[in-house]
């Protein structure tokens, strides 16, 4: 059944990776993707590939999960590749035609990038596999705290956050069933053109936007009734506390993110 | 002779960890005319199988006649299937999306292809067997109206479709006592001047012991009594261990056998047991 | 002064409500007290008034005339807002849409958080409230997975942890099937029961009725009958009337008194019909 489906790809753990402060998680994976960037030549991936490793091992994932996460990204991977692999400017050409052309430097630049993102994506899939979706909304709300002074509404944003995860099975199962209610009277959700398609859908969606309203509703009548009035003054029943297992992950972190910075300055 | 259903089994998400058997070798057959209630716990997979019948699910095993159609086969027309039995859904008018009740019901119509002048003609039939006015409720927003009625415009958009058997899965959830006897209303209506085969899911036993020819009682996934209101309420022991109750009347029947009254064993109505107490009254007039 | 805020926990006085756009009072002069402890039943159709007078009675809607009194406080001044909600908690009609978080013990601690009750405090009331409803075992549910009857306790346990005076429940079993509404009947009743909890129970089920000390039945935005569920439900033609329904076993002792059998009044359930019938009648065998 529907609602037995997992939100987004969170598999639960008690790994360090998974003990980690989500606010650490959070500003290591920036870290970590600094790092990515400060890759200068394809072989030097070596590092973050040891880095990533080393982050599987510890968290008791495995790589087919990881390889399941870029997966939906293959098209715009190959994308990437070809077209850095025939329009990249480069000098020493080993195949010309037409247009097209494949020059050393664009093998170069077509492995570079493709690496690239292959590795972004593996790296902040750690992130949310690691992490449930509540604890990455805690973490988000506090990191972003800071930014209130200027108005900024973290609170109401990681509310925000947390309702939608709350409400997103529940919406997921009632689209189901107003689907087979359509269906029953004969609605068609599959065949035909893109256009005809995209019309079928509006005895889905009108009815999903107006249930969708009414909760929208009811939740906050009953947000108002066990006082909820905003951020201020709140307490938390989750209190983050940064420990021993957050400080040698900074101090790996770190230390893997000067070590590349170090070898482009080096080697280049 | 509308449905055949044979060992018909139906698991969810098979394979996965999530795997779970909804129905288990079910066989039924439901006769022109009959009023079935469909009873059942929570989870017994009622709603599976109503949902089999209209094609909606299809069988992990088993097979379906519908008027001598196997619906279970492949390549069989969904449309037809549709025609043949509509499916009422609990909290129905949660699918009304048209800008008019007219619209709405013509929904289903549309669907199957008919003209414009025949679609006109059965919204019109639908609205009045619900029991609404056509000139006051057509051209008004589904929205607008109040939740009893918009229940009945959901309805009528399934008679639209001119089913042969109607399915109605919980219709009166969430209805007021009021609410609940004009639906029920309706219903018998339906059944006994259109003479419609029906099939209504139900865990009100007071609704459904005034209104069915048959009981068809379901738990854990398999059928586990079919009979006559009157053969199934005796059965309180087996009721009760599935989670089910028993109309209040036939519990006080059985509570006062148990203290050694001479009642006759197979009541359920209110009327029967009143009767059948006044005779007690007369036979036995002093007080012991 | 202080006493009758004691004593009677809500006051409902001379109150009426209208909706905009309405040419009525949904509410209409309603007065009432709830003494403390005890269960009420209030009755009536769709449309009755009764979940308008559910949200007045803790400062969702304010009345536009009269007052309601929560422990004493206007609901009408501003500055106890809050307090009239944390002293009056109410549970409503449908178990989706209140439950904010996404795990049991994090809605339960909802209120909290919004009072600002210091964390430490939090997991001994969290926990208490989620024994009273007997959901301790789902403390890391997803709510999603709960059954309706369920999510309904989990949603008390809310209101619970909050410790208020007063329970409101809005047609909270209007959208459960009969076993979830057994639980969540049984629950609220064992609370009103072992720890005195005054409970305003909304319903237009009569079997829920029944079970009440006090049933109010509103019709039109006004008090059409009140008294104890014996007084109400003997009175079975005019509760018909007001489109309701009295439980099947008030009705037929209403019937069998009226062909001559010598019932007393007040018979609601099957086991008190038993018990007048070996009265007047002996068993053959």
Same mark, same amino acid.
């Given at each position: 059944?529907?609602?037995?489906?997992?939100?987004?790809?969170?598999?639960?753990?008690?790994? $360090?990776?998974? =003990? @980690?402060?989500?606010?650490?998680?959070? +500003?290591?994976? /920036?870290?970590? #993707? &600094?790092?990515? *960037?400060?890759?200068?030549?394809?072989?030097?991936?070596?590092?973050?590939?040891?880095?990533?490793?080393?982050?599987?091992?510890?968290?008791?994932?495995?790589?087919?999960?990881?390889?399941?996460?870029?997966?939906?990204?293959?098209?715009?991977?190959?994308?990437?590749?070809?077209?850095?692999?025939?329009?990249?400017?480069?000098?020493?050409?080993?195949?010309?035609?037409?247009?097209?052309?494949?020059?050393?430097?664009?093998?170069?630049?077509?492995?570079?990038?493709?690496?690239?993102?292959?590795?972004?994506?593996?790296?902040?899939?750690?992130?949310?596999?690691?992490?449930?979706?509540?604890?990455?909304?805690?973490?988000?709300?506090?990191?972003?705290? $800071?930014?209130? =002074? @200027?108005?900024?509404?973290?609170?109401? +944003?990681?509310? /925000?956050?947390? #309702? &939608?995860?709350? *409400?997103?099975?529940?919406?997921?199962?009632?689209?189901?069933?107003?689907?087979?209610?359509?269906?029953?009277?004969?609605?068609?959700?599959?065949?035909?053109?893109?256009?005809?398609?995209?019309?079928?859908?509006?005895?889905?969606?009108?009815?999903?936007?107006?249930?969708?309203?009414?909760?929208?509703?009811?939740?906050?009548?009953?947000?108002?009734?066990?006082?909820?009035?905003?951020?201020?003054?709140?307490?938390?029943?989750?209190?983050?506390?940064?420990?021993?297992?957050?400080?040698?992950?900074?101090?790996?972190?770190?230390?893997?993110?000067?070590?590349?910075?170090?070898?482009?300055?080096?080697?280049? | 002779?509308?449905?055949?259903?044979?060992?018909?089994?139906?698991?969810?998400?098979?394979?996965?960890?999530?795997?779970?058997?909804?129905?288990?070798?079910?066989?039924?057959?439901?006769?022109?005319?009959?009023?079935?209630?469909?009873?059942?716990?929570?989870?017994?997979?009622?709603?599976?199988?109503?949902?089999?019948?209209?094609?909606?699910?299809?069988?992990?095993?088993?097979?379906?006649?519908?008027?001598?159609?196997?619906?279970?086969?492949?390549?069989?027309?969904?449309?037809?299937?549709?025609?043949?039995?509509?499916?009422?859904?609990?909290?129905?008018?949660?699918?009304?999306?048209?800008?008019?009740?007219?619209?709405?019901?013509?929904?289903?119509?549309?669907?199957?292809?008919?003209?414009?002048?025949?679609?006109?003609?059965?919204?019109?039939?639908?609205?009045?067997?619900?029991?609404?006015?056509?000139?006051?409720?057509?051209?008004?927003?589904?929205?607008?109206?109040?939740?009893?009625?918009?229940?009945?415009?959901?309805?009528?958009?399934?008679?639209?479709?001119?089913?042969?058997?109607?399915?109605?899965?919980?219709?009166?959830?969430?209805?007021?006592?009021?609410?609940?006897?004009?639906?029920?209303?309706?219903?018998?209506?339906?059944?006994?001047?259109?003479?419609?085969?029906?099939?209504?899911?139900?865990?009100?036993?007071?609704?459904?012991?005034?209104?069915?020819?048959?009981?068809?009682?379901?738990?854990?996934?398999?059928?586990?009594?079919?009979?006559?209101?009157?053969?199934?309420?005796?059965?309180?022991?087996?009721?009760?261990?599935?989670?089910?109750?028993?109309?209040?009347?036939?519990?006080?029947?059985?509570?006062?056998?148990?203290?050694?009254?001479?009642?006759?064993?197979?009541?359920?109505?209110?009327?029967?047991?009143?009767?059948?107490?006044?005779?007690?009254?007369?036979?036995?007039?002093?007080?012991? | 002064?202080?006493?009758?805020?004691?004593?009677?926990?809500?006051?409902?006085?001379?109150?009426?409500?209208?909706?905009?756009?309405?040419?009525?009072?949904?509410?209409?002069?309603?007065?009432?007290?709830?003494?403390?402890?005890?269960?009420?039943?209030?009755?009536?159709?769709?449309?009755?008034?009764?979940?308008?007078?559910?949200?007045?009675?803790?400062?969702?809607?304010?009345?536009?005339?009269?007052?309601?009194?929560?422990?004493?406080?206007?609901?009408?001044?501003?500055?106890?807002?809050?307090?009239?909600?944390?002293?009056?908690?109410?549970?409503?009609?449908?178990?989706?849409?209140?439950?904010?978080?996404?795990?049991?013990?994090?809605?339960?601690?909802?209120?909290?958080?919004?009072?600002?009750?210091?964390?430490?405090?939090?997991?001994?009331?969290?926990?208490?409230?989620?024994?009273?409803?007997?959901?301790?075992?789902?403390?890391?549910?997803?709510?999603?997975?709960?059954?309706?009857?369920?999510?309904?306790?989990?949603?008390?346990?809310?209101?619970?942890?909050?410790?208020?005076?007063?329970?409101?429940?809005?047609?909270?079993?209007?959208?459960?099937?009969?076993?979830?509404?057994?639980?969540?009947?049984?629950?609220?009743?064992?609370?009103?029961?072992?720890?005195?909890?005054?409970?305003?129970?909304?319903?237009?089920?009569?079997?829920?009725?029944?079970?009440?000390?006090?049933?109010?039945?509103?019709?039109?935005?006004?008090?059409?009958?009140?008294?104890?569920?014996?007084?109400?439900?003997?009175?079975?033609?005019?509760?018909?009337?007001?489109?309701?329904?009295?439980?099947?076993?008030?009705?037929?002792?209403?019937?069998?008194?009226?062909?001559?059998?010598?019932?007393?009044?007040?018979?609601?359930?099957?086991?008190?019909?038993?018990?007048?019938?070996?009265?007047?009648?002996?068993?053959?065998?």
């Amino acid at each position: 059944m529907l609602r037995d489906i997992t939100l987004g790809q969170y598999m639960p753990g008690s790994s $360090p990776v998974h =003990r @980690l402060d989500p606010r650490t998680k959070i +500003l290591l994976t /920036m870290v970590y #993707i &600094a790092m990515i *960037f400060c890759v200068r030549s394809p072989i030097w991936y070596i590092l973050p590939l040891l880095y990533l490793v080393l982050c599987v091992r510890l968290a008791g994932l495995t790589f087919q999960q990881l390889l399941k996460a870029i997966k939906p990204l293959r098209f715009l991977l190959i994308l990437t590749f070809l077209l850095n692999l025939f329009f990249s400017s480069g000098t020493t050409i080993w195949f010309q035609w037409g247009i097209l052309r494949i020059s050393q430097e664009g093998v170069f630049t077509a492995i570079h990038f493709s690496m690239r993102l292959i590795f972004l994506v593996a790296g902040t899939s750690i992130l949310t596999l690691t992490t449930s979706p509540i604890a990455l909304c805690d973490g988000i709300e506090i990191l972003l705290k $800071p930014l209130n =002074r @200027l108005r900024f509404p973290s609170h109401e +944003l990681a509310m /925000m956050m947390t #309702i &939608a995860l709350r *409400f997103i099975p529940t919406l997921i199962e009632e689209a189901d069933k107003i689907m087979k209610a359509q269906m029953a009277r004969g609605a068609d959700f599959e065949s035909g053109n893109l256009m005809k398609r995209a019309k079928a859908m509006v005895p889905l969606l009108v009815p999903l936007f107006v249930s969708a309203f009414r909760r929208a509703g009811d939740l906050a009548m009953a947000m108002e009734a066990r006082c909820y009035h905003g951020g201020e003054g709140r307490t938390r029943l989750r209190v983050l506390r940064f420990g021993q297992l957050d400080l040698w992950a900074t101090l790996i972190t770190v230390g893997g993110l000067l070590l590349v910075i170090f070898t482009g300055v080096w080697f280049s | 002779m509308p449905i055949k259903v044979e060992h018909l089994t139906h698991t969810y998400m098979p394979g996965s960890p999530f795997a779970s058997v909804a129905l288990n070798d079910v066989s039924l057959t439901i006769e022109d005319g009959e009023l079935i209630g469909l009873l059942g716990h929570t989870g017994s997979g009622k709603t599976t199988l109503v949902q089999h019948l209209n094609g909606l699910l299809k069988p992990t095993q088993g097979q379906i006649w519908v008027d001598d159609l196997e619906i279970t086969q492949k390549g069989v027309s969904l449309i037809e299937v549709r025609r043949k039995v509509g499916l009422v859904f609990q909290y129905p008018e949660y699918q009304l999306f048209e800008e008019t009740v007219a619209k709405d019901i013509a929904f289903g119509p549309k669907n199957i292809g008919l003209s414009t002048e025949e679609i006109n003609q059965r919204v019109r039939e639908a609205i009045q067997q619900v029991g609404l006015h056509y000139d006051d409720v057509a051209e008004r927003s589904p929205f607008e109206l109040s939740g009893g009625q918009m229940r009945r415009v959901a309805i009528a958009g399934v008679l639209a479709m001119r089913p042969k058997v109607l399915i109605l899965d919980e219709p009166t959830a969430g209805l007021d006592p009021a609410g609940r006897r004009s639906i029920l209303g309706m219903i018998r209506q339906l059944h006994e001047a259109g003479g419609m085969t029906v099939i209504m899911v139900s865990h009100n036993m007071d609704d459904i012991s005034t209104l069915a020819t048959r009981l068809v009682v379901m738990s854990k996934g398999r059928l586990v009594l079919t009979g006559t209101p009157r053969e199934v309420f005796m059965q309180q022991e087996l009721l009760q261990s599935i989670g089910l109750g028993i109309p209040q009347a036939a519990e006080l029947a059985h509570a006062l056998i148990a203290e050694g009254f001479d009642l006759p064993a197979d009541l359920y109505t209110q009327e029967e047991v009143m009767q059948a107490i006044l005779a007690l009254a007369k036979k036995e007039a002093k007080p012991c | 002064m202080e006493d009758t805020a004691v004593t009677f926990p809500l006051r409902i006085q001379e109150v009426s409500y209208q909706y905009e756009e309405e040419a009525q009072n949904a509410v209409d002069h309603v007065s009432m007290e709830i003494a403390k402890g005890s269960f009420v039943a209030v009755l009536g159709h769709n449309g009755s008034g009764k979940s308008t007078l559910a949200k007045l009675m803790n400062a969702l809607f304010l009345p536009t005339e009269g007052k309601v009194l929560v422990c004493g406080m206007d609901t009408a001044t501003e500055e106890e807002v809050w307090n009239v909600r944390r002293h009056a908690g109410m549970v409503f009609q449908n178990p989706d849409n209140q439950i904010v978080a996404n795990m049991v013990r994090e809605d339960v601690a909802f209120g909290l958080e919004n009072l600002g009750v210091p964390q430490v405090d939090m997991p001994s009331r969290i926990e208490e409230a989620l024994r009273c409803v007997q959901m301790t075992d789902f403390a890391q549910s997803a709510p999603h997975m709960l059954s309706g009857g369920q999510k309904q306790r989990v949603a008390i346990a809310g209101v619970l942890a909050m410790q208020p005076d007063v329970m409101i429940m809005d047609e909270s079993t209007a959208m459960l099937d009969p076993s979830g509404r057994k639980e969540v009947l049984n629950s609220v009743r064992k609370l009103n029961r072992e720890q005195q909890m005054t409970v305003v129970w909304i319903t237009h089920f009569m079997e829920e009725a029944a079970v009440a000390d006090r049933v109010i039945v509103l019709d039109k935005g006004k008090t059409a009958m009140d008294g104890t569920p014996q007084e109400v439900f003997a009175r079975v033609d005019e509760i018909k009337a007001l489109g309701l329904d009295v439980p099947p076993m008030a009705e037929l002792s209403v019937k069998l008194r009226n062909a001559g059998l010598e019932l007393p009044e007040g018979i609601l359930n099957v086991s008190d019909m038993v018990k007048e019938l070996k009265k007047v009648l002996c068993p053959s065998k």
